[in-house]
């Protein structure tokens, strides 16, 4: 099997999309899969995690998306090795938020600056590549859009208005479609921060479940769990955190439930 890979996106922020891409890809990396994050996020969050304190970045998206960017360099130099082994990186930075009016100039051929930098090399050497995207429907979020082949869509069951940026992602993910990426698919929605003790959460789920439809969204839940505040303050994976919580134990059953999409 090639390569999948998956774009994390949601045009709310503040929903977990950044926890999904550490901790899922964490989690098959732990079941010897191996796994490639692309962090499509220019505060860089992702990278702040998964890089280890000894490696300096040089190379990064920056690079591969700068339109100013005379001498690309190979996507193979922009890869970095993580604190799991299996586990790799292309990161980002600061200065990639920039760019932003400088790709829009290219457009059209701007929306597949990032599929043909890294796409054909990331999919013959990784077994799952995740796109951490920002929490707006920028231009770098359509850029992952036209290099991926799914995209998980998480949502918070702690606030009403969770649902609010969904149907702008689905839209957007139509329209890629529709014009230039055929291969892409909505893969399932994830609801993130359950507890099931609360009314708001077992009504935002219910109304999850009546406007897309059970078959729609990942079974396994991820429920509240003060290890994971803890942990993104840490700023470690739920994992190298507390590897024994709930929270780590949700993230390993989804992994299971993701792996069994693929027939893994």
């Known amino acids: 099997m090639a390569g999948v890979i998956c774009a994390i996106s949601n045009h709310k922020g503040g929903v977990g999309k950044t926890s999904l891409a550490l901790n899922l890809s964490t989690a098959l990396a732990i079941k010897k899969k191996k796994v490639l994050v692309i962090d499509n996020d220019p505060q860089g969050d992702a990278t702040k995690v998964l890089i280890p304190g000894n490696i300096r ?38 200065e990639t938020a920039g760019l932003d009016l400088d790709i829009i100039e290219k457009y059209p051929e701007c929306l597949l600056f990032l599929r043909n930098q890294v796409r054909k090399y990331v999919i013959e050497n990784y077994d799952f590549i995740f796109i951490d995207c920002s929490p707006t429907l920028s231009i770098f979020v359509a850029n992952a859009l036209y290099t991926a082949d799914c995209c998980i869509v998480p949502m918070d069951a702690g606030s009403a208005n969770s649902l609010d940026g969904l149907r702008k992602v689905l839209d957007l993910i139509n329209s890629i479609q529709n014009n230039g990426n055929p291969d892409l698919k909505f893969l399932k929605l994830l609801i993130n921060r359950v507890d099931r003790r609360t009314v708001i959460s077992k009504t935002v789920m219910e109304d999850a479940e009546d406007r897309f439809g059970r078959n729609r969204i990942f079974r396994t839940v991820i429920p509240v769990n003060t290890t994971f505040q803890q942990s993104e303050f840490a700023q470690k994976t739920i994992f190298d955190f507390d590897q024994n919580s709930r929270g780590a134990a949700a993230y390993r059953k989804l992994a299971m439930e993701f792996l069994s999409l693929f027939k893994l």
Do not use: A, Q, R
């Not at 190379?59 to 591969?64: A, C, G, V």
């Not at 360099?73 to 922009?78: E, K, L, Q, R, T």
């Open 57 to 94: 970045i040089t190379k990064s998206i920056y690079e591969l998306l700068n339109p100013g960017e005379e001498n690309k360099p190979d996507i193979i130099d922009c890869i970095y090795p993580t604190i799991h082994t299996k586990l790799y990186l292309l990161p980002n930075v600061e």
